[in-house]
């Protein structure tokens, strides 16, 4: 674990985050991503927060195993779980956790869907289907609507609890791209097939944060947020004047300075011996690929004290190689914190495109052995 270098999470700036995405949908419910951590941020911790502070009362995991520990360190939290990716209901010891634990799990094939319906001690429990409109990852087949109304009816029920499906691109315009305009209208008629079947439909959700941004889709009764709350817009940089999103990113990638030393150009730096691109100084911090802090990092830049830094050489597994020129030298001390990246959300989706990732990778990236700390605790 390291010791300086952490990840702080900004619990204000999260529960500002959820005001301003009310003020965008304020008649939806919100059922909030969480999963891979809370997209690195610690889901225990957020998913505490989210629920005591902010009243959230609906969260969505890939895993069972992610949902299981919800459950199981958050014990008196009344809310509701869903797991849409890993849900293996046909599995006996999964199909026990679902049912003892109240995790709804997302069905989204018609395999799962059958073993659903037909086993009795699913009966009761709510149904919730996503299909696919156009994703074309996991979802169930439009085309077999009318089979699965048929075998909804056969196994007794009369509604749905959650129907859902998924934007591919929502990062682009919700008008303009015919992918989005397209996968709402399969959805409206999808809704429309389940109704005039007399199949009630109780809650309905189709928008992830891009969509969110834009103000699509929020004719449904929720809504599913997942980077836009601890953040970054996930538009296309193209798209991002049409965005309504004004939040800040929740966390500071924290680290400091290990030491400090002047270089000349072309001077040999590190693993691989990398030239040195001028005379200047070489600050070397406290994050290596051991913490998600990649090789291919190389290159990108990141601003301190008002000089801007350069990744130089191979990033290590424990450390890495920030270039300054010689103006820097006076700002540059070992000991020091430095901050790869702040509460700035343009600075964070600029540095996401320099390191050629995108930002939910960037904040996944990042290894348990950086510490996420909380403010409010
Ligand atoms: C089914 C589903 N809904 C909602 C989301 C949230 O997406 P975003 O983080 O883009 O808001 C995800 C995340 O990938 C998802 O898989």
Same mark, same amino acid.
């Given at each position: 674990?390291?010791?300086?270098?952490?990840?702080?999470?900004?619990?204000?700036?999260?529960?500002?985050?959820?005001?301003?995405?009310?003020?965008?949908?304020?008649?939806?419910?919100?059922?909030?991503?969480?999963?891979?951590?809370?997209?690195?941020?610690?889901?225990?911790?957020?998913?505490?927060?989210?629920?005591?502070?902010?009243?959230?009362?609906?969260?969505?995991?890939?895993?069972?195993?992610?949902?299981?520990?919800?459950?199981?360190?958050?014990?008196?939290?009344?809310?509701?779980?869903?797991?849409?990716?890993?849900?293996?209901?046909?599995?006996?010891?999964?199909?026990?956790?679902?049912?003892?634990?109240?995790?709804?799990?997302?069905?989204?094939?018609?395999?799962?869907?059958?073993?659903?319906?037909?086993?009795?001690? !699913?009966?009761?429990?709510?149904?919730?289907?996503? !299909?696919?409109?156009?994703?074309?990852?996991?979802?169930?087949?439009?085309?077999?609507?009318?089979?699965?109304?048929?075998?909804?009816?056969?196994?007794?029920?009369?509604?749905?609890?959650?129907?859902?499906?998924?934007?591919?691109?929502?990062?682009?315009?919700?008008?303009?791209?015919?992918?989005?305009?397209?996968?709402?209208?399969?959805?409206?008629?999808?809704?429309?097939?389940?109704?005039?079947?007399?199949?009630?439909?109780?809650?309905?959700?189709?928008?992830?944060?891009?969509?969110?941004?834009?103000?699509?889709?929020?004719?449904? @009764?929720?809504?599913?947020?997942?980077?836009?709350?601890?953040?970054?817009?996930?538009?296309?940089?193209?798209?991002?004047?049409?965005?309504?999103?004004?939040?800040?990113?929740?966390?500071?990638?924290?680290?400091?300075?290990?030491?400090? /030393?002047?270089?000349?150009?072309?001077?040999?730096?590190?693993?691989?011996?990398?030239?040195?691109?001028?005379?200047?100084?070489?600050?070397?911090?406290?994050?290596?690929?051991?913490?998600?802090?990649?090789?291919?990092?190389?290159?990108? @830049?990141?601003?301190?004290?008002?000089?801007?830094?350069?990744?130089?050489?191979?990033?290590?597994?424990?450390?890495?190689?920030? /270039?300054?020129?010689?103006?820097?030298?006076?700002?540059?001390?070992?000991?020091?914190?430095?901050?790869?990246?702040?509460?700035?959300?343009?600075?964070?989706?600029?540095?996401?495109?320099?390191?050629?990732?995108?930002?939910?990778?960037?904040?996944?990236?990042?290894?348990?052995?950086?510490?996420?700390?909380?403010?409010?605790?």
């Amino acid at each position: 674990m390291r010791f300086r270098s952490r990840l702080f999470v900004d619990l204000s700036k999260f529960e500002s985050n959820f005001s301003l995405l009310k003020e965008i949908c304020p008649s939806n419910e919100v059922l909030f991503m969480v999963k891979a951590d809370a997209y690195g941020h610690g889901a225990v911790p957020i998913v505490r927060f989210s629920y005591s502070e902010l009243g959230i009362k609906e969260f969505g995991t890939a895993t069972l195993g992610e949902a299981l520990q919800l459950r199981q360190e958050i014990p008196d939290g009344e809310f509701e779980i869903y797991v849409f990716s890993d849900i293996q209901i046909y599995l006996k010891e999964c199909a026990e956790q679902y049912l003892n634990r109240r995790i709804i799990p997302v069905i989204s094939n018609k395999e799962d869907l059958d073993y659903f319906l037909k086993n009795s001690e !699913f009966k009761h429990f709510p149904l919730t289907l996503k !299909f696919n409109t156009g994703m074309n990852r996991l979802g169930l087949d439009i085309d077999q609507t009318e089979e699965i109304i048929l075998d909804i009816k056969k196994s007794g029920r009369k509604s749905i609890y959650h129907l859902m499906s998924h934007f591919s691109s929502a990062s682009l315009s919700m008008s303009k791209s015919k992918r989005n305009v397209q996968q709402l209208e399969k959805f409206d008629s999808l809704k429309n097939d389940f109704q005039s079947a007399g199949i009630d439909v109780e809650r309905t959700s189709l928008s992830n944060s891009g969509a969110i941004e834009q103000k699509g889709g929020l004719s449904e @009764t929720h809504v599913r947020p997942g980077l836009m709350m601890y953040g970054p817009s996930s538009l296309i940089k193209p798209e991002r004047p049409n965005s309504f999103w004004k939040g800040e990113i929740i966390s500071r990638l924290e680290t400091y300075i290990i030491r400090v /030393f002047e270089v000349d150009r072309g001077m040999p730096l590190g693993y691989g011996a990398t030239p040195c691109p001028d005379d200047g100084f070489v600050a070397i911090i406290a994050l290596g690929y051991g913490d998600g802090f990649l090789t291919r990092f190389q290159g990108a @830049t990141i601003p301190y004290k008002g000089h801007l830094g350069k990744i130089v050489g191979r990033v290590n597994m424990d450390m890495a190689q920030v /270039f300054f020129d010689k103006s820097a030298g006076e700002a540059l001390k070992a000991g020091e914190v430095f901050t790869v990246w702040d509460h700035n959300p343009e600075r964070f989706l600029d540095f996401a495109e320099q390191t050629g990732t995108i930002p939910y990778e960037l904040f996944c990236l990042l290894t348990s052995r950086v510490p996420r700390t909380y403010n409010l605790d």
